[in-house]
């Protein structure tokens, strides 16, 4: 589980996605991720995002920062290589390398267009308890990664916060199932702010107290902004309520 938690390759990884749309020419844009608890910093990441038609490219970089950094230091490299479509961004490879304290992992997943093909996981992940649900093969169709999973291909701000995200890590399958949030929790630098719901689906403990939080009392907003001049909306913000504490996230462009 420690991808879903390690931070900010953890609670950031559902957000962290390129800030720019496909377009004829070749462009390319860095993106600064901040992630703070409670007010204090515990996380940073950049990003570089790379389209060109419609193919795109994100590589990032992430770290944990103080306080964080001396109870768990974590520091780590994340890629991504796929094309956007009309109605999804759709993942060809994804891989993520971390670090943490003194433990090393790195995660490939291979993707076509009907779902995953391939996971490799290095160190293997060790055995689970009898409380696992294990990912099975209809649960890896029409998912994508964490960075994939919320570019979203749509031409007005109403369809924004209609739908559900399917999200595969490597090891876990969630949903993220977005609607409107209430005009009080609108987030000022977004266009469209949606709460998310977090469903897990496979690859997690049944009895895992921080799985059961996300799902049953966690409060997730995300505000998303339209790309000027394109059909795409991208994450420029979001909270996420967890056991300890409120996770704010923020991206600001280089």
Request: charged share 25%; with cysteine.
């Amino acid at each position: 589980m420690a991808r879903l938690y390690i931070l900010p390759a953890a609670l950031a990884a559902f957000l962290l996605t390129g800030m720019a749309p496909p377009a004829a020419a070749k462009e390319t844009h860095r993106t600064r991720y901040d992630v703070s608890l409670l007010g204090l910093p515990i996380g940073s990441a950049v990003l570089e995002s790379r389209f060109e038609g419609r193919a795109f490219e994100i590589d990032g970089r992430f770290s944990s920062v103080g306080l964080a950094r001396i109870f768990e230091p974590a520091d780590g490299t994340v890629r991504v290589r796929g094309t956007v479509e009309a109605d999804a961004a759709r993942p060809r490879e994804y891989t993520l390398a971390y670090t943490s304290g003194e433990k090393r992992k790195t995660t490939a997943i291979r993707f076509d267009a009907a779902g995953v093909t391939k996971t490799e996981n290095r160190p293997a992940s060790e055995r689970h308890g009898r409380s696992w649900v294990p990912v099975e093969r209809r649960h890896l169709q029409g998912v994508a990664d964490p960075l994939s999973a919320l570019l979203l291909p749509v031409g007005e701000a109403a369809a924004v916060c209609r739908r559900t995200i399917r999200v595969y890590d490597g090891e876990t399958r969630v949903d993220l199932v977005l609607e409107p949030a209430a005009q009080a929790q609108a987030m000022a630098g977004a266009s469209v702010t949606c709460r998310a719901h977090f469903r897990p689906v496979a690859g997690y403990r049944r009895d895992h107290s921080s799985i059961a939080y996300l799902r049953d009392r966690s409060r997730i907003l995300v505000g998303f902004r339209k790309v000027e001049g394109r059909n795409l909306y991208s994450p420029v913000e979001a909270t996420i309520a967890t056991k300890i504490g409120t996770v704010h996230i923020k991206a600001r462009p280089m």
